[in-house]
């Protein structure tokens, strides 16, 4: 019996020390395959400067979307954490990170001041080929201020950035190939025919709206127009990708239009004709931008882009993206706008936090007589 017990605590003790060898080496091999991409091994572009050295050398003076900073890495296929050294004492800044054919994109949460480096989780980027990877960040959003007023505005900060770290995991990945597009299946909205499917904003909208040709026209070039009117669809709509075609008769250049996204008819006194929520515009002074109507009353995101040789009186295509809090727009395959909505989840002055659902709609401005015209009008939910 004697033998059988020391038998039995030379195995347990066999064991013990197994397991503690296990967990020995699983401390020691923790975050095997970690890429740290420091501020002084980038390549930076656009004015960009580094200030300081070593693990503490910052990137500073990012404002704009044609800045970058890029790194090279070895990485073998697979997903990866992407873990942001970063310092923004401001609210709102969005970025992108791409790599490999993928791209993540993410607000950039506020730290208490510009030396106060904390790090972020960015999300699970997906390496599908790996070898020598250009991993390239930049900046989508500025960041907000709030005017003694109690206005916004925005400020051209970008956060500071002092490394990049990449961690091998089975996570699945957040990101999203950078051909996107390529995967759209839409189906029409506009039978070419009826308005099934449409309804009026307000009692008088449909007196402003008619169909020609298999084309939607909104607006006359014979009168002005004293108030805004949109045509809506009779539900609403939450993450979807919409494509569409418009094309402007004007006056002047002062013709107006747009696309309303994830909006609600206006329920404030004397504005029932109008609509609150996000619009992809259609007006020279911002070819292609996101505005926000009738509630912070301004452009949304960084102007990344404008299609060569636009022309208002031509066919023109607008594919708008809506996913969770990102808003995509491009015009004429050009990417014009990416806007992450940083009050989903803190409210905006006067009206709490931006919803993610809300109607889709069709608009002509108040204003000098001009006619819009809207075709091809197909809608993927996502």
Not at 9 to 23: G, K, M, W
Not at 231 to 251: C, H
Not at 347 to 355: A, M, R
Request: charged letters at 25%; one cysteine or more.
């Amino acid at each position: 019996m004697k033998k059988y017990l020391s038998l039995i605590a030379i195995l347990a003790a066999a064991c013990l020390f197994v397991a503690v060898i296990a967990c020995l080496t699983m401390a020691n091999t923790k975050g095997k395959g970690s890429v740290t991409l420091g501020a002084s091994d980038a390549i930076i572009t656009g004015g960009l400067t580094l200030e300081g050295s070593g693990k503490q050398a910052a990137i500073r003076n990012w404002d704009s979307p044609d800045q970058s900073i890029q790194w090279t890495a070895r990485l073998r296929s697979g997903n990866y954490r992407v873990i942001v050294d970063y310092a923004q004492p401001l609210f709102g800044s969005a970025v992108t990170i791409v790599a490999d054919g993928q791209q993540l994109a993410a607000l950039v949460p506020p730290t208490s001041a510009e030396d106060d480096f904390r790090t972020m989780e960015a999300g699970v980027l997906a390496i599908p080929q790996g070898g020598e990877v250009a991993i390239t960040l930049r900046g989508i959003q500025h960041s907000i201020i709030t005017n003694p007023d109690g206005t916004q505005s925005v400020t051209g900060a970008l956060p500071l950035i002092r490394s990049l770290t990449l961690v091998p995991t089975a996570e699945p990945a957040t990101s999203q190939t950078v051909d996107i597009l390529k995967e759209f299946k839409g189906k029409s909205l506009f039978d070419g025919k009826t308005f099934d499917g449409w309804e009026p904003n307000d009692d008088e909208a449909m007196a402003h709206f008619r169909i020609e040709d298999g084309v939607i026209v909104g607006g006359s070039l014979s009168s002005d127009l004293s108030d805004n009117h949109f045509i809506r669809t009779v539900r609403d709509y939450q993450d979807f990708e919409l494509r569409l075609k418009y094309k402007v008769t004007p006056t002047d250049d002062s013709y107006n239009g747009g696309i309303q996204l994830r909006s609600h008819r206006s329920t404030l006194p004397g504005q029932g004709c109008e609509m609150v929520g996000y619009q992809a515009d259609i007006l020279v002074r911002r070819i292609g931008g996101l505005y926000d109507e009738k509630r912070r009353s301004d452009f949304l995101g960084m102007e990344l882009g404008q299609p060569e040789n636009y022309r208002p009186d031509e066919w023109n295509e607008f594919i708008i993206r809506c996913e969770g809090p990102r808003v995509r727009l491009w015009l004429n395959g050009v990417q014009t706008t990416d806007h992450i909505e940083p009050y989903t989840d803190r409210p905006l002055e006067g009206f709490g936090t931006v919803g993610q659902t809300g109607r889709i709609a069709l608009q002509i401005h108040k204003g000098t007589p001009c006619e819009i015209r809207y075709k091809d009008i197909l809608l993927e939910e996502l």
